[in-house]
T-cell receptor, first 112, second 113 residues
């Protein structure tokens, strides 16, 4: 059972453009929503995370938008750079257990 | 400070063979996790250990066993490998009192023929 659905599966963006990746979840008990970034041959690394008591969190060029009523959250990458080319995973967890439920992943390619 | 380390990096097994994947962390984290990553499936939790001395099943535990050897080490064992276990395996650890960030190791790429 896939509790976190992520789209699109792949994304091509021109340098300087905006990359947008979307996720939807089912379990209203989720209380933590991170995004992980993974480069080829490496393990995922935390990029940015949000809790459901805020609707937006921004860190540099990366922004999470969170819509609790729609059970959706998205990652926006402003001024996308070739170095942002990677696979991005959204995830969710609940009850402070640390167990993460991951989305299927989005392979982002930023063209120069 | 090496973070999370995993051995081996690559492994090829024949169907029916057994092996143990090793994971160690030097961040004094309480909780450790094993995930598998398959194309189009994201990362799926196999087993986890919330604290030293405890282990619990995740989403896809069948065909695997784990041992939390001490606070630092958490191993994953395949008793009789099957082609369906061909995957990339990641170990992660977390100190939840610092905000839930999971730190991942570099992964083990396993092929079962």
């Amino acid at each position: 059972q896939q509790q976190v659905k992520q789209s699109p599966q792949s994304l091509i963006v021109q340098k300087g453009g905006i990359s947008i990746i979307n996720c939807a979840y089912e379990n209203t008990a989720f209380d933590y929503f991170p995004w992980y970034q993974q480069f080829p041959g490496k393990g995922p690394a935390l990029l940015i995370a949000i809790r459901p008591d805020v609707s937006e969190k921004k860190e540099g060029r990366f922004t999470i938008s969170f819509n609790k009523s729609a059970k959706q959250f998205s990652l926006h990458i402003m001024d996308s750079q070739p170095g942002d080319s990677a696979t991005y995973f959204c995830a969710a967890s609940h009850n402070q257990g640390g167990k993460l439920i991951f989305g299927q992943g989005t392979e982002l390619s930023v063209k120069p | 400070n090496a973070g999370v380390t995993q051995t081996p990096k690559f492994q090829v097994l024949k169907t029916g063979q057994s092996m143990t994947l090793q994971c160690a962390q030097d961040m004094n984290h309480n909780s450790m996790y094993w995930y598998r990553q398959d194309p189009g499936m994201g990362l799926r939790l196999i087993y986890y250990s919330a604290s030293e001395g405890t282990t619990d099943k995740g989403e896809v535990p069948n065909g695997y066993n784990v041992s939390r050897l001490n606070k630092r080490e958490f191993s994953l064992r395949l008793e009789s490998a099957a082609p369906s276990q061909t995957s990339v395996y990641f170990c992660a650890s977390i100190e939840k009192y610092r905000g839930y960030e999971q730190y991942f190791g570099p992964g083990t790429r396993l092929t079962v023929t």
